[in-house]
């Protein structure tokens, strides 16, 4: 397995930007597809941003869409979560989550590295 560390939350007024990291270790990222979830208190975790491990598409949920980006680069072993635009309902905790493959993937059980999570707060 890889191990993840995520980084770079924080608290943010409603309209602001944030950029997420993923750092990984033990193995080398290019290996991995690569997907953002996030989760609120009390409510399920929730697919935000997904990446096959060429880095060469991505796919969002509706509700990111053209606010977030995701990006990876594979010489620092890191995903990012770029976060514009930023609204009271995308606070939650981030989570990246890594699995070997060749496409993407937006399911909770289809992973089995997870990063310790980062808060994200957003203020109105």
């Known amino acids: 397995q890889v191990q993840l560390v995520e980084s770079g939350g924080g608290l943010v007024q409603a309209g602001g930007s944030l950029r997420l990291s993923c750092a990984a270790s033990g193995r080398t990222l290019s290996a991995y597809a690569m997907t953002w979830f996030r989760q609120a208190p009390g409510k399920e975790r929730e697919f935000v941003a997904a990446m096959p491990r060429t880095g060469d598409y991505t796919f969002y949920a509706e509700s990111v869409k053209g606010r977030f980006t995701t990006s990876r680069d594979n010489a620092k072993n890191t995903v990012y979560l770029q976060m514009n635009s930023l609204k009271p309902e995308d606070t939650d905790v981030y989570y990246c989550?890594?699995?070997?493959?060749?496409?993407?993937?937006?399911?909770?059980?289809?992973?089995?590295?997870w990063g310790q999570g980062t808060q994200v707060t957003v203020s109105s």
């Open positions: 989550a890594a699995r070997p493959g060749n496409y993407f993937y937006t399911a909770e059980p289809d992973f089995d590295s």
